[in-house]
């Protein structure tokens, strides 16, 4: 097996006034916070999602694995539909400190390039700031930070500059190349 070289970027917002929101896109767009903890739709979401930028540190996870993740206090995940289809999301995960990472966000495929994707992570990034909000016990929200890395779509790094997230590391490792798992075979076409 031959090894890449994977270049991630860690990025983070210090302040809620950091945030530079997107406009809405046009159309049906909503976003709703996934209530009920479905190890079923998040590993769908997440599949669906990675599985063109190879995402696979979860396809292995059991269902009691993405259970007892999805459980955990103040996980949330908010979910972009687009006229009721689901068009990707953004998960949060309260850390120690006040801190909060955006463990994933993205979009499926077909709705890139759509101008979903700054709204959601607008919406999504104003959320991890008053996440203590909704979960008594939780310390106030002082940061707010993610990674994104060079398998990742090609206007994710923008897109975080764009919503005001500031670069505060950067690491290069060499990882195995692992084929593209797609959510299935064949699930998406070379586009020209």
Known sequence: MTNIAVTTWSLEQ???????????????????????????FSRFLYASVGGDIRWTDRLGWTYARWREYLERPGVETW??????????YVELEPQDDGVVEIVYFGLIQNFRGRRIGGHLLSYGTARAWD?????????????????????DGEHAMDNYQRR?????DTKVEEEPEVPTPGPWPGAHPARP
């Not at 945030?19 to 709703?32: F, K, N, Q, S």
């Open 79 to 88: 979910v972009a539909y687009d006229r009721g289809t689901p068009a990707g």
């Open 14 to 40: 210090t302040a809620p006034t950091d945030l530079l929101p997107a406009t809405a896109p046009e159309g049906d767009v909503r976003i709703v916070r996934a209530e009920v903890p479905s190890p079923e």
């Open 131 to 151: 996440l203590a909000d909704r979960w008594p016990g939780l310390a106030t929200t002082k940061r707010v930070w993610l990674h994104t890395c060079s398998k």
């Open 164 to 168: 005001g997230f500031r670069l505060f």
